[in-house]
C-alpha cells in the first residue's frame, strides 16, 4: 500500500498543501493567497479546507503524518509559534495543539528554512549526504543545517537563523531590529534597495529607466543587456553572499551549500562570484566546498515538512 504524507507550507503570502509520496512526489497540490490579517483561527480553517480538497480529488489509502512548515521564529519543542510577524495573532499561539485538534494524524511543526534543508537533504540536492546547510536568500535570508547526519535545531527548535549572524559592525539595520546583519545586505530585499540608491545617482543606467519600480529581476534583465551598473551590483551581491556562505564553511564545514529562495532563480549569474570568494577567502580545507541550486525549487519546504512526517512516522530521530 502506497503511504503518502501530507505536507503544509503557512507562509505570509500564501498558505499551500500537497500529498506527497515517500520519494518526494508530489501527487497533488492546492494554495490560496493566506487570510493573514484575520487570525489563527481563519488561517488554520484555511489549512484544513485545502487539505479536504485534496482528499477529496485523491482518496489518498495510508496517511503517515501532517508535517507543517512555518515562519519563524516558532518554538517547534514546545509547538509554539512564538511572535509570526507576517501572520496576525501567532503570538505565542499553540499552533501544533490546535493543528492536531484538527488532523486525525500525527502532527510534526518545523521552520521554514528548516523545512526546506530537510527536503534538500532527503530528496533534493543534498540526498545521501550527512551534511549540508541550505541558505534561501529571498526576501530575507535564512537557514538550516544537517550535521553528521542530523538535523540542527538547538535550542527551542531556533537553530541557524543564519541571516542574523553580523557582518558588518554597527551596520545596515535589519527587520530584526539588530544593525550590520547578513539579511540587511544580502536578501532580495537589501540587493533591490542597494539598486535603488544607486540607480538614483547614475546617469549611465537603464535600471529603473520604465518608471516603474526596480527590483531584483529588473537588475538582472538590466545585466543581460550589458548595463554596467546591474553587473556591478550582482557582482558586490555574489561576493557578500560569498562572504556569509564561507563563514558558514568554516562553522558547519558542510558537504554543500544549497542555496533556495527567490535570488536563486539568477543561480548561473551569482554562483561564479559566489565560488571565486569562497574559493580566495576560505581557510585552505575548506576551499573545495560547493555552492549548488536546490533542487526542489519552490517546494523545498512544502516537501521538507511531508519528509518531517515520514521520518517521524518511521521512528528516524533527525
Known amino acids: 500500500m502506497q503511504q503518502i504524507a501530507i505536507g503544509i507550507d503557512l507562509g505570509g503570502t500564501q498558505v ?20 493573514a490579517l484575520a487570525g489563527p483561527d481563519r488561517v488554520l480553517a484555511q489549512i484544513c479546507g485545502l487539505t479536504d480538497g485534496l482528499f477529496a480529488a485523491s482518496n489518498p489509502a495510508s496517511v503517515v503524518g501532517v508535517g507543517v512548515s512555518a515562519p519563524g521564529p516558532l518554538d517547534t519543542v514546545a509547538g509554539v509559534a512564538s511572535n509570526i510577524p507576517t501572520l496576525s495573532g501567532f503570538v505565542d499561539f499553540p499552533l501544533k495543539a490546535e493543528l492536531q485538534k484538527r488532523f486525525p494524524f500525527p502532527v510534526d511543526l518545523e521552520n521554514d528554512a528548516i523545512a526546506a534543508a530537510i527536503g534538500e537533504w532527503q530528496f533534493g540536492a543534498g540526498k545521501g549526504l550527512d551534511n549540508l546547510v541550505y541558505v534561501t536568500v529571498s526576501t530575507g535570508i535564512g537557514g538550516g543545517v544537517v550535521s553528521d547526519g542530523r538535523v540542527v535545531r538547538g535550542r527551542k527548535g531556533m537553530a541557524a537563523h543564519v541571516g542574523h549572524m553580523s557582518v558588518v559592525p554597527n551596520g545596515e539595520l535589519c527587520p530584526c531590529g539588530n544593525r550590520g546583519c547578513f539579511e540587511a545586505y544580502g ?6 534597495r542597494r539598486a535603488q540608491m544607486r540607480a538614483m545617482e547614475s546617469s549611465g543606467t537603464t535600471i529603473g529607466s520604465d518608471g516603474g519600480a526596480i527590483d531584483s529581476r529588473g537588475v538582472f534583465a538590466a545585466a543581460r543587456d550589458g548595463d554596467r551598473l546591474a553587473n556591478q551590483l550582482i557582482d558586490e551581491e555574489a561576493e557578500i553572499l560569498g562572504r556569509g556562505f564561507t563563514s558558514l564553511i568554516h562553522i558547519f564545514s558542510p558537504d554543500i551549500i544549497v542555496m533556495g529562495g527567490g ?56
Not at 499551500?16 to 487570510?35: F, S
Request: glycine share 10%; proline share 4%.
Open 16 to 35: 499551500r498543501a500537497a500529498l506527497v509520496d515517500e520519494h518526494g512526489g508530489i501527487l497533488a497540490r492546492a494554495a490560496e493567497p493566506t487570510d
Open 187 to 192: 536578501s532580495g530585499t537589501a540587493f533591490a
Open 263 to 318: 535570488l536563486s532563480h539568477e543561480f548561473d549569474r551569482l554562483q561564479p562570484g559566489i565560488q571565486a570568494y569562497i574559493t580566495q577567502w576560505a581557510m585552505p580545507a575548506f576551499k573545495d566546498v560547493k555552492v549548488v541550486l536546490a533542487a526542489l525549487d519552490q517546494n523545498s519546504g512544502l516537501v521538507g515538512a511531508a519528509a518531517l512526517a515520514f521520518l517521524t512516522g518511521k521512528g528516524v530521530r533527525t
